[in-house]
C-alpha cells in the first residue's frame, strides 16, 4: 500500500522560511498542492520521477523550491519569504507518471496534509 505522509507545517511570520517533508513509499513523480480555507485546492510544485524536471506555480516561483532524496523516499518543500497568502493545508501528492503535472487528477495517492499559517 502506498504511503503519503506530510510533516513540518506550522505557525510562523511573513517573511519566515519553513520546510515541509513528505515520506513516501515508491518511486513517483511528486507534488505539493495546498487548500486555504473556503478556496479550492491549488498546484504549489511537482517534481518528475528522474528529479531533473521542476513545475512551480506562479504563485510561489522564485520562493518556494521543491526536491527529492530517493534514498530516504523523501520529498521536500522549501518555502521561503512566506506570505500571508501562503496560509492553507499543504498536501503531498504521488503520481504514477514520468512526467509533472499540475492536474489534481493526475495523482494517485494523497496525505493527510499539514497546516501552514503566517500570521504576524
Known amino acids: 500500500q502506498v504511503q503519503v505522509v506530510e510533516s513540518g507545517g506550522g505557525l510562523v511570520q511573513p517573511g519566515d522560511s519553513l520546510r515541509l517533508s513528505c515520506a513516501h513509499s515508491g518511486k513517483y513523480t511528486m507534488a505539493w498542492f495546498r487548500q486555504a480555507p473556503g478556496k479550492e485546492r491549488e498546484f504549489v510544485a511537482a517534481?518528475?520521477?528522474?528529479?531533473?524536471?521542476?513545475h512551480y506555480a506562479d504563485p510561489v516561483k522564485g520562493r518556494f523550491r521543491i526536491s527529492r532524496d530517493d534514498r530516504k523516499n523523501m520529498v521536500y518543500l522549501q518555502m521561503n519569504s512566506l506570505k500571508s497568502e501562503d496560509t492553507a493545508v499543504y498536501y503531498c501528492a504521488a503520481s504514477n507518471r514520468w512526467d509533472t503535472s499540475s492536474t489534481i487528477g493526475d495523482y494517485n495517492y494523497w496525505g493527510r496534509g499539514t497546516q501552514v499559517t503566517v500570521s504576524p
Open positions: 517534481i518528475n520521477r528522474s528529479g531533473r524536471k521542476y
